[in-house]
């Protein structure tokens, strides 16, 4: 049974930072990408940062060189180290694992909501 549940929202001010975990139960790292989103009321969701099954990672401009994805695999988790916070930032954030082999196939959690502070 896959489920993914994120944790470490709350409450940030600008210029701090907040670590956002994934708990990616029954996901198998070899098979899937992983990768965070955030949302905004009346944007579309945004993908920030991916961490592929081979160990790359990208990452949007709106957060490259303040946030980091990691995967730890003895914990089963995918992190989100969110630095140098901005207001913008605000944002109900999401993890993701996107499948690659057959039946290619997207998992998403609830969602934890992150604001930020002036």
């Known amino acids: 049974q896959v489920q993914l549940v994120e944790s470490g929202g709350g409450l940030g001010q600008a210029g701090g930072s907040l670590r956002l975990s994934c708990s990616a139960s029954?996901?198998?790292?070899?098979?899937?990408?992983m990768a965070w989103y955030r949302q905004v009321p009346g944007k579309k969701r945004e993908l920030l940062a991916t961490f592929t099954r081979r160990g790359r990672t990208n990452y949007a401009d709106s957060v490259k060189g303040r946030f980091t994805i990691s995967r730890d695999s003895s914990r089963h988790t995918v992190s989100l180290q969110m630095n140098s916070l901005r207001p913008e930032d605000t944002a109900v954030y999401y993890c993701n694992a996107h499948r690659i082999v057959t039946p290619i196939k997207d998992y998403w959690g609830q969602g934890t909501q992150v604001t930020v502070s002036l």
């Open positions: 029954g996901i198998n790292f070899a098979f899937n990408n």
